[in-house]
């Protein structure tokens, strides 16, 4: 029985010694997410604005009781900054009927278009509100329809568009020492010359712009209101043509009363 217990004895203290020297399983190691640098977004580059220029040519046709004037004028419209336009421009005018026959050079225009607001007005509730600012000098190049001095001239257009429809309004006003030659005038004009423009519009199609215009002069007592429509078509985003007609309905000139004004114009964008 002695040897019984001490054998029972030991094999309990063996037992006991193989469960404290067992190892414990391990825990398991939770993997660490690798974390790597993502390179530094580079900011957008804004892309220049590339220099861009215009080539208007049009052709006018005023037809008065004693004869006509055709005038074929090209100008060029040159962006050199974001908010500044340069242009210049030279007509030549044709004069027949019972008026003299002739044909010449007019004053060589030379002016600049200043971009004063370009945006939206919440106070009008439209989509696009503008306001230009337009100055240069007509200089006479000794032509037949030359003037006699340089012509300063200043003016201003301001426009709107809600949707589809569009209002402006612009003017110039010519400085003249002593004559310069105005075709819807009828001839030399012997003052300063105001001239208005009100224009209604409609955005028909993508393409296609339709409006009607009311045109107004005045010099030293005169006065010429001119009102009818027109339209403008865009080809592609670098041509396009339009085409004006207009009566008048105040004809209070020192000339032969006007009796139509036929205008037609294309312009390329390059």
């Not at 939206?120 to 190049?141: E, M, Q, R, S």
């Amino acid at each position: 029985m002695k040897y019984i217990t001490s054998l029972f004895a030991m094999v309990v203290c063996g037992l006991a010694y193989a469960q404290d020297q067992a190892v414990e399983p391990a825990a398991p190691v939770t993997p660490v997410p690798s974390i790597v640098a993502e390179p530094p977004v580079a900011p957008p580059v804004e892309e220049a604005k590339s220099f861009t220029m215009t080539i208007d040519s049009s052709v006018n046709f005023f037809d008065f009781d004693d004869g006509s004037i055709t005038q074929i004028d090209t100008e060029l419209l040159f962006d050199v900054a974001e908010k500044l336009k340069l242009g210049v421009g030279l007509p030549v005018f044709n004069e027949s009927g019972t008026r003299v026959g002739a044909t010449g050079l007019g004053d060589m225009d030379v002016f600049a278009v200043v971009n004063l607001i370009d945006g939206k007005c919440d106070y009008l509730a439209n989509d696009h509100v503008w306001l230009d600012f337009t100055g240069g000098f007509k200089i006479p190049l000794d032509g037949r329809y030359s003037s006699d001095e340089v012509v300063p001239h200043l003016g201003t257009e301001i426009g709107g568009e809600w949707g589809a429809v569009s209002l402006s309004y612009g003017f110039t006003y010519e400085f003249v020492d002593q004559y310069t030659f105005s075709p819807a005038l009828g001839g030399f004009v012997y003052g300063n010359i105001y001239e208005g423009v009100a224009t209604l519009g409609y955005q028909a199609s993508d393409e296609l712009e339709i409006h009607f215009t009311a045109s107004q002069y005045f010099w030293e007592g005169n006065d010429l209101l001119m009102i009818g429509p027109g339209f403008n078509y865009k080809v592609t985003d670098a041509f396009s043509f339009g085409a004006d007609l207009s009566v008048p309905t105040t004809n209070d000139t020192a000339y032969s009363d006007l009796n139509i004004c036929l205008s037609a114009g294309v312009e390329f964008n390059f």
